[in-house]
């Protein structure tokens, strides 16, 4: 359910070498800036709460900042506040940016947007369960309803924590025990007759995709690009029976991202975190949940008509 809805993280530290770090937003609530690398701020350009402005119209207006100047970040400038009381407030954070030598008090902190967390996910009912018997699903895997289209940190807590409490209660209710202790799988499968993949390049050249054609901006031409490269790809590894974790891994990325490439087609409108150039204003009729069921059953359902027993 709602796999389109992909929240984008506008600050994450982009320093090469280093790892993809979130730069928390209370750091631009205690008065850091985003800017170019003249050190002109921007985002006053983009929305009236220049620098407070919501997620995803931060996140945004770094992309076409980037586009515009052709380079592949913006900063995160620090320069102006007191750096010891950043220090204080952020410890964590300013730490590993001066670990990499950068001095908050005169270095500004390259910064990129990046993939956070996926609103939708797995349909689970307020109890955890899925379709699948006895398959519960909690936290970001989860789609419970709490986040809509665009999500709130808070909900995140809210989510795992309630949710996460109301499915372990409920196993712990209705688990029951086998005696005997179940056989051991083993998967001895010969190699395909066809030529061999290279999962690591497939699946980077999959990354490398999404976050191109179905990432932060979608148009119809950009997911129609997609659509049909993902198609390929999933058609060539799914020929394979792979007997190795990264080869399932790929085969279960291909299928995932044709999905919510598929989501982010059918959904003429921008709503929350999708954001169609094309249609750039919600549409009421839309405003509805959108689900990939595999039974292909029609009418499609929802999580009140599914029965969950």
């Known amino acids: ?38 050190g002109t701020p921007f985002m006053q350009n983009y929305h009236p709460d220049a620098d407070l402005a919501p997620r995803d119209v931060v996140a945004r ?8 100047t052709g380079k592949a970040h913006v900063y995160l400038n620090l320069t102006h506040l007191d ?22 008090s005169r270095d500004p902190i390259p910064v990129h947007p990046s993939a ?17 018997p006895n398959l519960y699903a909690v936290g970001e895997v989860a789609s419970t309803g709490m986040h809509g289209a665009n ?6 807590l809210l989510e795992g924590l309630v949710f996460g409490a109301e499915a372990g209660e409920h196993i712990a209710e209705t688990l029951t025990v086998e005696e005997e202790k179940p056989t051991p799988i083993v998967g001895l499968l010969p190699e395909p007759p066809h030529p ?12 490398a995709l ?5 990432g932060i901006v979608r148009t119809q031409t950009s997911l129609e690009s997609a659509t049909n490269a993902l198609a390929h790809w999933t058609h060539h590894t799914m020929q394979h029976a792979f007997n190795a974790r990264e080869g399932w891994q790929l085969q279960d990325a291909s299928t995932l991202a044709s999905l919510i490439t598929q989501a982010a087609l059918s959904r003429q409108e921008t709503r929350g ?14 405003a509805r949940p959108s689900v990939v069921w595999r039974e292909q059953s029609e009418p499609i359902p929802t999580r009140e008509a599914i029965d969950w027993s």
């Not at 999500?151 to 995140?156: A, E, F, H, I, T």
């Not at 999404?210 to 179905?214: A, K, L």
């Not at 249609?279 to 009421?284: G, H, Q, R, W």
């Open 1 to 38: 359910e709602n796999i389109e809805f992909i929240q984008f993280h506008p600050t994450t530290l982009y320093i090469a070498g280093a790892c993809r770090f979130l730069l928390s937003e209370a750091m631009r609530g205690e008065g850091a800036r985003l800017t170019d690398k003249h």
């Open 61 to 68: 207006a770094i992309i076409a900042e980037m586009s515009r």
């Open 83 to 104: 750096a010891e009381q950043m220090r204080k407030r952020f410890p964590a954070i300013v730490a590993l940016v001066e670990s990499y030598d950068f001095d908050i």
């Open 116 to 132: 956070h967390y996926m609103i939708g996910g797995i349909l689970t009912d307020l109890l955890g369960r899925t379709t699948v």
């Open 151 to 156: 999500r709130l940190g808070s909900n995140s």
């Open 196 to 207: 061999p993949i290279d999962t690591a390049d497939l699946t980077n050249s999959i990354r």
């Open 210 to 214: 999404m976050w191109r054609q179905v």
């Open 273 to 286: 975190v999708h954001y169609r150039e094309d249609f750039p204003d919600p549409v009421a009729a839309l």
